[in-house]
């Protein structure tokens, strides 16, 4: 049997020259003690695998058309064996192969491997880095679903920002001059072929300088990286070091197996995600979240102020780029050891504690009107006991003016604004007449949706809300004073669907 | 191709100078005729074959649609004073657009009955915002942006107030020159 084996195997080495080509390559000799920290990229690869894998599978299924791309998403899920477990594969894999490749890159950096002679693998990274990210945006396009029309819409305005080119990249990036069709086709292009082939033709060249340049040694604290000797103290480290196959693989492929089988277990315990509502643009309940990835990003459009957004916009993925890029060319030499470079450290631990809030906060979005508060949340019965009949009909005006969108009492509502349980410990009268009718801060000035009587009901309801042993806040200027600037905003204004209040 | 053979070889002498290993001095400027050819043929048929890819790719923009007007229908339909959330066929869809091909706009018919059209885009990032009649408001589900009934801004993000959509109205008819997506530099 034995030399039935080697005679087809010595036939087909004839021709290909396994034994001279890629034996030597996998047996390529590596540090000694790299231990478990080295597998991410490996680990990314072979998520990148399942990607296309699971891709394929899904697109001899998946209609890449605006009119059948949601049925055939819920056929997938509920019609097609086992296609909700490929969808949910695709989809945890593709969540792994983001987490992996920030791993892989946070590792790269931290223990400076990206330093001479490793330039050029650490750039092909960051292009591997971008290829994935986009993989990532543009299947969430393909889940044509509410979030990814409007998703889309938020993509395309904030690429209609750029400077002169904005609207034509608008045009191009959609297809035509709404989200439709053709941005459908173009998102599928871009995802099946254009982003894989881009992510492919880099990653033959990132793996062949990992295996011509070798896998960085443990990086020691006091051995700086010196172009000039780093050769030979490498090329010391290799003569001491084993074969890459068939030991140093093993952990490897013991991580990427453990990887995979996360995201089996993933998928079959969570399943895939959506696809949510259907992509129709008169549904306009639609409150859209970006996947994961973005949310961050989607958290931090909210967050800054109006004037550095188009900056946020443009200008830092640009910059962020060039840094990632410039880096091995800036710090290419000198200390490779986390513990030599604090500020490496620190950069990391910013960068993933921010991102980590950000994602929280976008997950949670504290700054999106509760948009069905108005009318799904009363307000609380104990905040209404024992009130007088004006201040009744200000709860009444609290509720039918959307206020409650914006404004938690007693923990429910929308969290825009302030929560105002207690809002008349901190406000007197006129303040919270001023307030209502100036609005500031991020609230609308309500002075010509209120009429007179509906805001001194509501600003007497307002009143009613702090602590039992607390008295309210007291202000300088009277109420009649006051009410006179009501007047004169809204001088003819009648209460059309509150009747004011009775004596 | 005539033209290689016809020029002498003695006309060329750094060809032959340059290259001293060359046997034979006619060889070097052969090679550099047919060098420079296979550039420019090179060149030439990326060029011809490059030209209409780029042309189709970029087509969105090169393309001018004829019928953009979309029909809202009667203009009782919309009582003065109010804005009503009105559905259309977008008069640029595709013909497999499916359920995207349905748009949707504000039309608010003010008390002297003249007619102003919104999009349902917000200006800060394009989410669709929602009206509320009680309170005279819009408001965007996304990132909290305002704005008046008139469409002005009111709080929020949102860098301005609300795109309008050109309309008119005739014979009776409310009609809306529609289906592009407004954004900040393009917003008719």
């Known amino acids: 049997m034995r030399s039935i084996f080697q005679s087809v195997f010595e036939w087909f080495d004839h021709r290909l020259g396994i034994r001279s080509s890629i034996w030597p390559i996998a047996t390529h000799p590596v540090p000694k003690g790299l231990g478990w920290f080295y597998v991410f990229g490996s680990a990314t690869l072979t998520l990148f695998m399942v990607q296309v894998i699971t891709g394929i599978c899904l697109a001899v299924v998946y209609v890449p058309s605006a009119a059948d791309a949601y049925t055939s998403l819920e056929y997938l899920n509920n019609e097609q064996p086992l296609g909700w477990l490929l969808r949910a594969m695709h989809y945890w894999s593709a969540s792994g192969m983001v987490v992996m490749i920030a791993l892989h890159a946070t590792r790269v950096f931290l223990m400076g491997a990206y330093k001479y002679p490793r330039e050029l693998t650490w750039v092909l990274g960051v292009v591997l880095l971008l290829c994935t990210l986009g993989l990532a945006f543009t299947g969430q396009v393909l889940r044509w679903d509410q979030d990814a029309y409007w998703g889309l819409g938020v993509g395309v305005a904030m690429a209609g920002r750029a400077p002169l080119i904005g609207p034509t990249l608008v045009h191009i990036l959609l297809g035509g001059p709404n989200i439709g069709g053709e941005t459908l086709s173009r998102f599928f292009g871009l995802h099946v072929f254009v982003l894989p082939g881009l992510l492919i033709a880099t990653l033959v060249p990132h793996l062949y300088l990992v295996v011509r340049q070798g896998i960085s040694a443990r990086p020691k604290p006091g051995q700086p990286v010196d172009p000039a000797t780093y050769q030979a103290e490498y090329d010391a480290e290799l003569k001491a070091g084993e074969p890459f196959f068939p030991h140093d693989v093993s952990r490897d492929a013991i991580f990427s197996a453990l990887t995979v089988l996360v995201v089996f277990g993933l998928a079959v315990a969570f399943g895939p995600k959506g696809p949510g509502g259907p992509p129709d643009p008169t549904i306009i309940q639609a409150e859209p979240r970006p996947d994961w990835e973005f949310l961050p990003l989607f958290a931090l459009l909210a967050l800054t102020p109006p004037e550095m957004e188009t900056a946020i916009m443009l200008v830092m993925p640009v910059v962020g780029i060039a840094i990632l890029v410039l880096l091995p060319f800036v710090s290419g030499k000198g200390e490779r050891s986390p513990r030599r470079r604090p500020i490496a450290v620190l950069i990391i631990l910013v960068f993933f504690v921010s991102y980590g809030v950000l994602a929280y906060m976008g997950d949670k979005a504290p700054w999106s009107p509760q948009m069905d508060a108005w009318s799904g949340q009363p307000v609380p019965i104990a905040m209404v006991k024992q009130l007088s009949p004006q201040e009744l009909q200000g709860a009444v005006v609290f509720q039918n003016k959307t206020c409650r969108n914006c404004h938690a009492l007693d923990g429910t509502g929308g969290q825009r604004g302030p929560d105002l349980t207690l809002v008349a410990n901190r406000l007197s009268n006129s303040e919270l007449i001023r307030q209502v009718l100036q609005g500031g801060g991020n609230m609308p000035a309500y002075g010509k949706q209120l009429g007179p009587a509906e805001v001194e009901a509501l600003v007497a309801f307002l009143e009613t809300l702090h602590e039992a042993d607390e008295r309210p806040v007291r202000g300088v200027e009277t109420s009649g004073a006051a009410f006179q600037t009501v007047d004169s905003v809204e001088s003819s204004a009648a209460a059309p669907d509150v009747p004011s209040s009775k004596p | ?188």
């Open chain 2, 1 to 188: 191709m005539n033209e290689p053979a016809k020029t002498p070889d003695s006309a060329d002498p750094h060809a032959a100078r340059a290259n001293p290993a060359q046997p034979c001095p006619g060889r070097p400027h052969r090679r550099n005729v047919l060098g420079w050819m296979s550039v420019g043929l090179g060149a030439l048929a990326t060029a011809a074959a490059g030209a209409p890819i780029l042309g189709y790719l970029l087509s969105p923009i090169l393309k001018t649609p004829k019928n953009e007007w979309a029909e809202l229908g009667p203009v009782e339909n919309f009582p003065e004073g109010e804005t009503r959330l009105v559905d259309f066929i977008d008069p640029l869809h595709r013909p497999w657009d499916g359920d995207s091909q349905r748009l949707a706009a504000y039309v608010r018919r003010d008390a002297e009955g003249s007619f102003t059209v919104f999009s349902v885009n917000c200006t800060h990032l394009g989410c669709p915002v929602s009206w509320f009649p009680q309170s005279g408001l819009f408001l965007c589900p996304c990132h909290g942006g305002v704005y008046y009934e008139d469409g002005g801004r009111a709080s929020g993000p949102p860098p301005r107030g609300l795109y309008t959509i050109e309309s008119r109205v005739s014979e009776g008819k409310l009609a809306i020159r529609a289906g592009r997506l407004p954004t900040l530099q393009a917003p008719g």
